[in-house]
């Protein structure tokens, strides 16, 4: 990526600069899965296994530059027939590719740690990449022969397609209608939404809330079936290969066990209290008689807030991140340089903002910005995955520089935290300073109590099909009832439309993900305290961990920075924050 230049969108051309060598690299998928087959029973020799896994390599990273390629080509134009046909294409030659490679998951996990260590011996050069033989060899008791697997691989479009179904048909069949009030006319659109919640006219919160959710409820049925869908093939490949259960079979990947997974859920719901606490500071500061759903978006601290440009956020952000020194800020401003960003929202471009990597087609960032603060939030979140790719690619090769989801909600979490510390430490008022602090409070009650309501629903959703249930729609909204009473704490309304909210949150198709937002802001929490403190090492063992990738399984870095997620205690130290944030009030 050598070409530099400074835009509000993206420049594609940095994976491929004309669609002629995108094609070049998609025929050649075709080629390079040949010549892997070509190592198939060979895996077991050393002088072997280096030559597979240089071509390996080269393969994966065709692959995934063509997949980028396509995949963010597509998110910006959804409506275009070149693009859909571009993607589904990339999908399918994706398919076919894993399901022509069954033998190697076959092959690599026969090799123990016993093995894998001669094989080292007889050639060095795969010593740096121990760590990635060894993750085929403990997937072994879970893996059906090869014929089975490759049937499997087969059909991996199909039994993934209900969350894609869930974006084309909110992304695509979606009606939305306006609204007015007081003689002003509101589009309602997901990019819009956001900023009517944070009106200082509960009314407007109101209309907004009741239009935006309409389609949701009226597809709702839908939506029942198709995550009904897939919470049963969650739970049927689960019992195929033989793991206790979904959820351990979703956590498997990331090293982490169920019980982590049960502790935040203990931990969030013993502390309910303090949402509780602000639900009446809200309430009281917003002078609302009854306190709904949407008024917690709401600015509830008497402060002006001012549109925040993109300009100003990347002015804030680069003074944010200073903490971190040089080098992480040097890295920044040498991936925003090269057109990396797409930055606003228009028609038929997918909602949401995101992050998406390769270790050789670079780093690029998906907004939606709006100019308020949630967009300036974003920008630094998604901002802390794409610096710890950046050093996570720079410093490890590419079998262990991919690092788990488990890690990486930690680093933008952080840049979400120093972006307050920075955000609080210019602010010349008191009001300022409270205007600030309410919206950390508010981002902590989003991310660590929200999301673990999500990951309970999950949990509670997947059981339910393992006792043999249905996730009809009445199920789910009564279901998603008892949780929004349990964790929205008390002194808060549930709206009727509130009720059928499980139908718009994507995440539920990436089964078990949304628990690690919450388990990343406590291990965030636990760096921003020392990098803030200024603690000696604290920035060159934050710097550490963002260069980790996954040479080793993901606590064991986590502990090597002396946060251990296996203790209560570290979940305990985001709700002490917490607390220390309501006193401010």
């Given at each position: 990526m050598k070409k530099k230049t400074t835009r509000t969108t993206w420049d594609l051309s940095l994976i491929y600069p004309t669609q002629a060598d995108y094609q070049k690299a998609f025929a050649s998928i075709d080629q390079l899965v040949k010549k892997l087959k070509t190592f198939e029973g060979k895996l077991h020799v050393a002088s072997q296994l280096v030559l597979f896994l240089k071509v390996y390599e080269q393969f994966n990273i065709t692959l995934e530059n063509v997949y980028n390629y396509a995949h963010l080509s597509f998110d910006l134009d959804m409506n275009n027939p070149k693009l859909q046909a571009q993607y589904s294409a990339v999908n399918d030659i994706y398919s076919k590719s894993v399901s022509q490679l069954t033998f190697i998951d076959q092959e690599?996990?026969?090799?123990?740690?016993?093995?894998?260590?001669?094989?080292?011996?007889?050639?060095?050069?795969?010593?740096?990449?121990?760590?990635?033989?060894?993750?085929?060899?403990?997937?072994?008791?879970?893996?059906?022969?090869?014929?089975?697997?490759?049937?499997?691989?087969?059909?991996?479009?199909?039994?993934?397609?209900?969350?894609?179904?869930?974006?084309?048909?909110?992304?695509?069949?979606?009606?939305?209608?306006?609204?007015?009030?007081?003689?002003?006319?509101?589009?309602?659109?997901?990019?819009?939404?956001?900023?009517?919640?944070?009106?200082?006219?509960?009314?407007?919160?109101?209309?907004?809330?009741?239009?935006?959710?309409?389609?949701?409820?009226?597809?709702?049925?839908?939506?029942?079936?198709?995550?009904?869908?897939?919470?049963?093939?969650?739970?049927?490949?689960a019992r195929t290969r033989g793991y206790a259960d979904a959820l351990t079979m979703c956590t498997f990947p990331d090293y982490i066990t169920p019980s982590i997974y049960k502790t935040l859920l203990e931990v969030v719901r013993s502390n309910t209290h303090l949402i509780t606490k602000l639900n009446k500071i809200r309430k009281k500061n917003l002078k609302v008689s009854k306190l709904h759903f949407y008024d917690n978006y709401a600015n509830f601290v008497a402060h002006r807030e001012s549109k925040i440009s993109y300009e100003q956020c990347v002015k804030d952000f680069r003074k944010s991140i200073s903490l971190l020194g040089d080098e992480y800020t040097k890295a920044f401003e040498s991936e925003i340089a090269q057109g990396v960003v797409d930055v606003y929202p228009r028609k038929g471009k997918k909602s949401g903002g995101y992050h998406n990597t390769g270790y050789e087609s670079g780093r690029y960032i998906f907004l939606n910005h709006t100019d308020d603060m949630q967009s300036a939030y974003t920008f630094a979140h998604e901002w802390g995955h794409a610096l710890h790719s950046y050093f996570s690619n720079h410093t490890q090769n590419y079998y262990n520089a991919q690092y788990p989801i488990f890690l990486a909600e930690i680093a933008s979490t952080l840049n979400e935290i120093l972006l307050t510390h920075h955000l609080l430490k210019q602010s010349k008022s008191k009001s300022e300073i409270l205007y600030?602090?309410?919206?950390?409070?508010?981002?902590?009650?989003?991310?660590?109590?929200?999301?673990?309501?999500?990951?309970?629903?999950?949990?509670?959703?997947?059981?339910?099909?393992?006792?043999?249930?249905?996730?009809?729609?009445?199920?789910?909204?009564?279901?998603?009832?008892?949780?929004?009473?349990?964790?929205?704490?008390?002194?808060?309304?549930?709206?009727?439309?509130?009720?059928?909210?499980?139908?718009?949150?994507?995440?539920?198709?990436?089964?078990?993900y949304v628990y690690k937002y919450a388990t990343s802001l406590c291990a965030a929490y636990a760096f921003a305290k020392k990098i803030i403190n200024k603690e000696p090492g604290a920035v060159q063992g934050y710097l550490k961990f963002l260069s980790a990738g996954m040479h080793k399984e993901p606590l064991a870095i986590l502990k090597e920075a002396g946060i251990d997620m296996n203790k209560t205690e570290t979940y305990e130290a985001a709700m002490e924050e917490f607390e220390e944030l309501l006193k401010s009030f």
């Open positions: 690599l996990s026969t090799l123990g740690n016993k093995e894998i260590k001669a094989l080292i011996v007889q050639e060095p050069r795969l010593a740096d990449k121990e760590f990635f033989l060894q993750s085929f060899g403990r997937s072994k008791l879970y893996l059906h022969d090869q014929k089975t697997e490759s049937i499997l691989a087969a059909y991996g479009p199909v039994f993934g397609a209900s969350g894609q179904l869930h974006t084309v048909i909110h992304d695509t069949d979606f009606v939305f209608e306006s609204f007015t009030y007081k003689g002003k006319k509101y589009p309602v659109n997901d990019a819009t939404v956001s900023s009517y919640y944070q009106h200082k006219d509960q009314k407007v919160r109101e209309l907004a809330f009741k239009h935006y959710y309409k389609p949701y409820i009226q597809f709702k049925n839908t939506f029942a079936k198709l995550y009904d869908t897939r919470v049963r093939h969650n739970v049927t490949t600030h602090t309410s919206f950390r409070a508010s981002r902590i009650q989003q991310t660590l109590f929200r999301q673990t309501m999500f990951a309970d629903f999950e949990l509670r959703a997947h059981q339910a099909v393992e006792k043999g249930e249905a996730l009809t729609a009445t199920y789910l909204d009564t279901l998603y009832t008892q949780l929004l009473t349990q964790y929205l704490g008390q002194g808060i309304e549930i709206d009727e439309e509130l009720k059928t909210e499980w139908a718009r949150i994507p995440h539920f198709y990436s089964p078990f």
